[in-house]
Nanobody, 114 residues
Framework: QVQLVESGGDLVQAGGSLRLSCAAS????????MAWYRQAPGKQRELVAAIGSGGSTNYLDSVKGRFTISRDNAKNTVYLQMNSLKPEDTAVYYCKARSTRQYWGQGTQVTVSS
């Protein structure tokens, strides 16, 4: 059974930082591309950051320089370090694992107050 469990979401003031974690089980984590998406109320889900099995990364333009995605294959965990948070970063953040199949986590709420 595949599980992706996100954690680390919280209420934070603008300018603050959070680190999200996504722990995976039931998959060969090291071969999966891992990604963070977010969905704000009334908006479409969007890709925030992704990291390939080889460590290559890509980011949504609006988070470049503020967010960093990383992975620890020994812990089957992907992280999203979020700095200089803005109110527009408020959303539910989802973890996704993608290879020949894809899996989603249940999401974690990030709220940034102004």
């Amino acid at each position: 059974q595949v599980q992706l469990v996100e954690s680390g979401g919280d209420l934070v003031q603008a300018g603050g930082s959070l680190r999200l974690s996504c722990a995976a089980s039931g998959i060969d984590f090291s071969i999966y591309t891992m990604a963070w998406y977010r969905q704000a109320p009334g908006k479409q889900r969007e890709l925030v950051a992704a990291i390939g099995s080889g460590g290559s990364t890509n980011y949504l333009d609006s988070v470049k320089g503020r967010f960093t995605i990383s992975r620890d294959n020994a812990k089957n965990t992907v992280y999203l370090q979020m700095n200089s948070l803005k109110p527009e970063d408020t959303a539910v953040y989802y973890c996704k694992a993608r290879s020949t199949r894809q899996y989603w986590g249940q999401g974690t709420q990030v709220t940034v107050s102004s």
